[in-house]
C-alpha cells in the first residue's frame, strides 16, 4: 500500500508550528526514517556542557514569555538566542 505524499503546511508563527508537529508526531518519524534510509541524517558535531550562570529576573522572565509566544521551553529558546548572536560576532569577525 502506497504511502500518502507528506505535506507540510505555512505557518503564521513558531507557536503555530510547534502546535502543529506536537500534533502531528508521526509524520516527523516517518520524515527522519525517509531520511536515514537515504543517509541524509546529520548530526551536530561538538558536545554540550551544563552551565551554571547569574541572570537578571527581568532578563529571565522576558525570555519565559518570549518562549512560551513560540511555543519553545525558555532554556531552548535562551541557547538559540545565544547561538544566534554568537554566529553573528563571529561573521562580523
Do not use: C, N
Request: aromatic share 6%; proline share 3%; charged share 30%.
Amino acid at each position: 500500500m502506497p504511502r500518502t505524499k507528506i505535506v507540510i503546511p505555512r505557518f503564521r508563527s513558531e507557536k503555530e508550528e510547534a502546535e502543529w508537529w506536537d500534533a502531528h508526531r508521526g509524520v516527523a518519524t516517518r520524515l527522519l526514517r525517509q531520511a536515514l534510509k537515504r543517509g541524509t541524517v546529520q548530526r551536530r558535531a561538538g558536545e554540550t556542557r551544563i552551565l551554571t550562570m547569574r541572570i537578571a529576573v527581568r532578563d529571565l522572565q522576558a525570555a519565559q514569555r518570549l518562549a512560551h509566544r513560540k511555543g519553545l521551553p525558555y532554556q531552548t529558546y535562551m541557547k538559540m538566542l545565544l547561538h544566534q548572536a554568537l554566529e553573528k560576532e563571529r561573521v562580523a569577525g
